[in-house]
Nanobody, 120 residues
Framework: QVQLVESGGGLVQAGGSLRLSCAAS????????WGWYRQAPGKQRELVAA???????NYAASVKGRFTISRDNAENTVYLQMNSLKPEDTAVYYC??????????????WGQGTQVTVSS
């Protein structure tokens, strides 16, 4: 019901920056939470950053101070600005959108993922 398309991934050297974009379409009115997750080879998928309709944000401890999540409601786009990238940030990054309703995830949607590779 909600379609998400990520872009902006690529290869970058350690210390560099990337900005990921997640363009949303469909039943956007149903969404009250957006997030970026990542999954590295051999590791569990983890939450990187999240933002709610009230603009509250949450970050993984490993990215605090380096990554910033934001959204542009007019463009139905969520961004992840990644600065001071480290090799351990290398992963496939996924955009997520859902409606949190009394602790349950509804309209849970995922993008196809975009590869971020940070070289040392």
């Amino acid at each position: 019901q909600v379609q998400l398309v990520e872009s902006g991934g690529g290869l970058v050297q350690a210390g560099g920056s990337l900005r990921l974009s997640c363009a949303a379409s469909g039943s956007i009115f149903s969404i009250n939470a957006w997030g970026w997750y990542r999954q590295a080879p051999g590791k569990q998928r983890e939450l990187v950053a999240a933002i709610t309709s009230g603009s509250s944000t949450n970050y993984a401890a490993s990215v605090k101070g380096r990554f910033t999540i934001s959204r542009d409601n007019a463009e139905n786009t969520v961004y992840l600005q990644m600065n001071s990238l480290k090799p351990e940030d290398t992963a496939v990054y996924y955009c997520n959108a859902h409606r949190l309703h009394f602790g349950q995830r509804l309209y849970d949607s995922w993008g196809q993922g975009t590869q971020v590779t940070v070289s040392s």
